[in-house]
């Protein structure tokens, strides 16, 4: 392609509200364009990478027996209402209506939809299972949109669907689907690591999350190292590890604390460990009220709550929830005394502290000599912290790391809450009706474009990966007004196509500065230039990643050229 012919409207200075690389970078190299805040135009070097991260989606989904179909982008409300999704699903789903006044969604996933075409064609077990997948634009009301094609309104998704007749087919399934997305990624050339996750407002609850490691990452993974392991912090679990003092059980007493609410007070107070403090918060679960008690070093993890509870909604209480349940002020909340109607639930790590420190549930006031089964009792012990760096890793090899992550794919097992509440049953064996068994596979296609760019990029611009470069080489004559040198370049440029080596072909008549710094901006892997040395028809090569430099003549161009690329 000649550069001329293209529209690629480079930027020089970096847009004031571009704040990471990425975003940064996709804009100042022409790749795309905001048109609104989270929605963007991708520009005919940014489409060729979106192109290339689906084919390698379709290649590999296709492997494992999926069937491309493609579904609407606006969605009956009535089908969400069959599953309660209408009216749970919250604030990111964009709602509208037509001049009929009948309401639509712009969908952000099409669980609903393709649930419905299965629930229709599909009645045999003779059929199934069955793996269905699109690629599409997806739509979410982000609140915030940031970070450019990291937190958008309107984004491009791969959304895969699976339909069983057991869990073991399923299973089997699910397997298929990791081992496909981690080719995926691989082929990609991503560093990244398959997560245990929370499946959140999805459903089901068997699911991995794959995460890019990039310290602009919204998530937290939680990660052995020296194993494997790696788990979203959420729902990484704790190793019961604990050892309990054999210190002997002191009087409880009830001492003045004035203005001494956190944890990091109290210690300091008593002059004593953070290990040593009770924390208890009081929380909304669904309908009732639970006190989780967590050790003073710790942080309750309400995705355990919630998952332990099989809750649908778990929320700290507020103050004035507060004070109406346990007639106290949040900083001075404790397990002691607290109403029959309050469940008391403990993380591990409570039962093995001895003569501890809690609140009183008395303003300026705190208990020690605190010491559980004696002083209060305890429901359940289960475990409710978030994992700390350093702990103990859950498969028993290495200790907790700590990363930043960006999701770029994730995979659930969904069961079979849509298939029931939207009666998608089949006929089994026996001719009973079943209800379909289901799972749900998803990548951010366009966060995958953005993953790659945090991941591969120096200070001069990005650093394509071979497999997802806009084009394998930039082709540069120094001087277009020079005859020798714009002819050698047309002939190069006819023969890297004549041999399917995809080139971008700078035929404007630039200074050799404006068009080195955009070559290095878009970060294709080869660059060749022609310039003095045209006459003998020897060129420059250099590679973008290395920065190696070497001349090489027209006659081996292609093979030195299949070279590299092969060893990139």
């Not at 303003?363 to 209060?376: A, C, I, K, L, S």
């Not at 930039?474 to 190069?492: R, S, T």
Request: proline fraction near 4%; aromatic fraction near 8%.
């Amino acid at each position: 392609m000649k550069q001329s012919k293209m529209l690629i409207p480079t930027l020089r200075d970096v847009p004031a509200d571009a704040e990471i690389k990425s975003h940064q970078l996709l804009l100042r190299a022409g790749f795309m364009r905001q048109n609104a805040s989270g929605v963007y135009s991708y520009l005919p070097l940014g489409k060729r990478v979106i192109n290339k991260v689906e084919q390698i989606v379709r290649e590999e989904m296709d492997a494992i027996g999926g069937s491309e179909l493609l579904m609407p982008a606006l969605q009956p409300a009535e089908l969400w209402q069959e599953t309660g999704r209408w009216y749970n699903f919250g604030s990111e789903l964009m709602r509208l209506r037509d001049r009929h006044d009948r309401e639509f969604a712009l969908g952000p996933t099409h669980e609903e939809v393709v649930t419905s075409l299965v629930r229709d064609e599909v009645s045999s077990y003779k059929k199934l299972p069955l793996i269905l997948y699109q690629i599409q634009t997806k739509f979410r009301d982000e609140a915030r949109p940031r970070f450019g094609l990291l937190r958008g309104r309107e984004f491009i998704m791969k959304d895969a669907y699976s339909f069983h007749s057991s869990p073991e087919s399923l299973d089997e399934a699910y397997q298929d689907m990791v081992r496909a997305y981690t080719n995926i990624f691989r082929r990609c050339g991503l560093n990244f690591r398959a997560v245990i996750a929370d499946s959140g407002a999805m459903g089901g609850k068997d699911t991995h999350e794959f995460m890019v490691l990039s310290d602009v990452g919204e998530d937290t993974i939680a990660f052995s190292d020296t194993s494997d392991f790696a788990a979203n912090i959420e729902m990484a679990p704790v190793v019961v590890d604990y050892e309990k003092s054999n210190e002997t059980p002191t009087t409880l007493e009830k001492v003045a604390t004035k203005d001494q609410k956190t944890i990091e007070e109290v210690s300091k107070f008593f002059n004593v460990s953070k290990e040593k403090c009770l924390k208890s918060l009081l929380f909304k679960v669904d309908e009732k009220y639970v006190l989780i008690v967590v050790r003073g070093d710790h942080e309750v993890n309400d995705i355990k709550v919630k998952n332990l509870l099989e809750a649908k909604m778990v929320e700290l209480a507020t103050a004035e929830e507060t004070l109406s349940i346990l007639d106290c002020e949040i900083g001075s909340i404790g397990p002691i005394g607290v109403p029959k109607e309050v469940e008391v639930i403990a993380d591990h790590a409570v039962q093995f502290v001895v003569n501890g420190i809690c609140g009183a549930n008395e303003p300026d006031f705190h208990y020690t000599g605190v010491n559980v089964g004696r002083d209060f009792m305890v429901s359940q012990f289960a475990d409710l912290r978030f994992i700390k760096a350093g702990d103990p890793s859950p498969d028993g090899q290495g200790t907790i790391q700590f990363a930043k992550g960006i999701e770029v794919g994730h995979v659930f097992k969904l069961g079979t809450f849509y298939s029931e509440a939207m009666k998608a049953t089949y006929l089994d064996e026996n001719g009973k009706s079943q209800p379909m068994i289901m799972g749900c596979y998803g990548i951010g296609v366009s966060r995958t474009v953005a993953a790659v760019v945090e991941q591969f990029n120096d200070e001069n611009g990005m650093v394509w990966p071979v497999a997802l470069t806009p084009f394998e080489v930039h082709l540069i004559p120094i001087n277009m007004k020079m005859d020798v040198q714009k002819e050698l370049a047309e002939e190069i440029y006819e023969h890297l196509n004549s041999h399917s080596i995809s080139v971008l072909y700078d035929d404007r008549n630039e200074r050799p500065g404006v068009k080195f710094a955009d070559s290095d901006l878009f970060g294709f892997p080869i660059r060749i230039t022609v310039g003095k040395k045209a006459e003998d028809r020897i060129v420059e090569l250099k590679l973008r990643k290395t920065g190696e430099v070497f001349e090489v003549s027209v006659n081996d161009l292609v093979d030195v050229i299949r070279e590299k690329l092969s060893s990139y």
